[in-house]
């Protein structure tokens, strides 16, 4: 199939990239042709965010919303800022980039079902439970497009199965959000990462709750920081009051965290506890569940944007400002300023040549995103000095220099260099599961609605099937146990004597955490047949 523009991923970037194709070629009086491929089972089935949008992109992309019926239904009312303590919450003065005025508390899932809707009414064509596995180049190098994977392969590859679809166009757009499969090949074929800061990531986990009545704020957001991370450990919550008496809640931990006895869903759990917090939810009842990782880095670790044939949009290049908890905004300016410079190169293209939309990267550093992101640069790499240091380094870059520092600090570490060994570290006791407040992992992902077909290869493949016993049990007692949120680790065979690494790769949620957090870099990702794991709901 043959389109003049194919985006891989239907979040809020390749979609918005969408929209903008088509209104730009109305514009001109063109016809480009569109197609999106959307890995999960529908528009919005994996989108997983907090969240809170700041309407910013989506008025410069769509200034009727509101007459259009987009799910922007609970404005913003009422920022707090906790410092916890283990028993104690301390209100501190909100920064100013977490003032929240003019912002929504939304479903992501359900905003991105609202854009799906508003590209098809244009001529896009989408097509979910088509996961992208594979990028196709021409033979002189550039991105031809991509082929979807095959279905019924059998789980040991002993079935033929049937073959995936090749589609090709004049541009590719991967829109795959936070550390994108086919993007990860691309950094390599094309170098995009020299000369960036190594991406560094956060894992958020996310339940959404039905409150009583009487403990229900609509508006209200509640951003925390301090316990139960360590002030070595980057790290915070996220409480935001939607409407129909729902609150959903939160928890970040960097990725770049030392101790290998950590467990970002136990940390989770347990900051639920905490008496400034737990009297949200009892009596309450949990809706959902759900983890992906988001990419932390900023400024500083956004690749080269384009390559030929292709570009990069979103959180699958890391436009998330991280001091500001937001990233749609930004995601979809990205997406917008893309399609502009797609459209211009098309129009240009020589026959034959390959075409690369160099003046996307002109664009963006002309844009108030660039600006934007420029202006807290410094936030998130100030803690690594800790908690307290880069709590008053912040104050400083924010209300004496306002963002305009005459230097840059830099991310020095990948994630998965950052782990410290199980000899250097203590366990971490966590508290078991009391299934009304906190609960177990097998419990959790049963409310993500995971699925995948049993009888289908692994998606999750070991370069080595000897390293997770060899290197990371022994060295690190194997934390892919812990930093998994989905139960999808386990290591079987210990009492014998013969412990071995079993993969649950069924209750996948699709995070990314062990592509990422991997201390050998021995897991690899890769996509499952189109229309497996999660379905989020309302998410």
Not at 103 to 108: A, G, K, P
Not at 281 to 293: I, K, M, P, T
Request: charge should be negative.
């Amino acid at each position: 199939m043959e389109y003049d523009v194919v985006i891989v991923g239907g979040g809020p970037s390749g979609l918005t990239a969408a929209i903008r194709l088509k209104q730009l070629a109305a514009e001109k009086g063109q016809d480009i042709s569109v197609c999106l491929l959307e890995k999960g089972s529908e528009i919005g089935a994996h989108i997983l965010s907090g969240a809170v949008i700041e309407p910013r992109t989506l008025n410069e992309l769509i200034p009727d919303w509101k007459e259009k019926g987009a799910p922007l239904n609970t404005p913003a009312k009422k920022d707090q800022f906790l410092l916890l303590t283990e028993t104690e919450s301390i209100q501190l003065p909100t920064p100013p980039q977490m003032h929240n005025e003019g912002n929504y508390i939304i479903s992501l899932g359900n905003f991105c079902r609202w854009l799906g809707q508003q590209a098809e009414e244009l001529g896009v064509e989408i097509y979910p439970g088509f996961a992208a596995a594979e990028v196709l180049y021409h033979p002189d190098g550039s991105v031809k497009g991509v082929a979807t994977g095959n279905v019924g392969t059998g789980k040991n590859g002993d079935l033929e199965g049937e073959p995936g679809i090749e589609l090709w166009a004049k541009q590719t757009i991967f829109a795959e959000g936070c550390r994108g499969s086919l993007t990860k090949t691309l950094f390599e074929r094309f170098k995009l990462r020299d000369g960036a800061d190594p991406q560094t990531y956060g894992i958020g986990i996310k339940e959404l709750w039905e409150v009583q009545p009487e403990k229900h704020e609509p508006g209200k957001i509640t951003h925390t920081a301090g316990w139960p991370m360590d002030t070595a450990t980057y790290g915070g919550s996220f409480l935001y009051h939607l409407e129909n008496n729902q609150v959903v809640v939160g928890f970040v931990v960097g990725l770049d965290y030392q101790n290998p006895y950590l467990s970002p869903y136990e940390e989770f759990q347990r900051f639920k506890t905490h008496p400034a917090i737990k009297g949200v939810f009892e009596g309450g009842r949990r809706l959902s569940y759900g983890a992906r990782a988001i990419s932390e880095g900023g400024l500083q670790s956004i690749p080269k944007l384009t390559f030929p044939g292709g570009v990069l949009i979103g959180d699958t290049a890391g436009f998330l400002n991280v001091p500001k908890i937001k990233g749609t905004h930004t995601a979809m300016k990205s997406g917008m300023l893309a399609a502009e410079a797609i459209v211009e190169a098309l129009s240009s293209a020589v026959e034959g040549q390959p075409i690369e939309a160099t003046a996307y990267t002109a664009k963006f550093r002309q844009s108030w995103l660039y600006d934007e992101l420029h202006r807290v640069r410094n936030i998130r790499p100030s803690f690594r000095w800790g908690l307290w240091p880069a709590m008053l380094y912040s104050a400083i870059d924010t209300y004496l220099f306002r963002g305009r520092a005459p230097w840059t600090l830099h991310h020095k570490h990948a994630d998965h260099e950052c782990l410290k060994t199980k000899d250097e570290c203590e366990p971490i006791a966590y508290p078991k599961p009391d299934g009304v407040l906190t609960f177990d992992r097998l419990s959790s992902v049963f409310i993500s609605n995971t699925n995948h077909s049993e009888d289908q290869p692994a998606h999750l493949k070991l370069k080595d099937p000897t390293v997770p016993i060899r290197i990371n049990l022994e060295k690190y007692d194997a934390p892919e146990q812990r930093y998994c949120p989905a139960g999808v680790y386990e290591i079987v065979g210990r009492e014998e004597g013969a412990p071995r690494l079993q993969i649950n790769a069924q209750n996948c949620v699709h995070c990314k955490t062990c592509d990422i957090k991997d201390p050998t870099q021995n897991i690899n990702w890769v996509t499952p047949e189109g229309g497996g794991g999660p379905n989020y709901p309302n998410m």
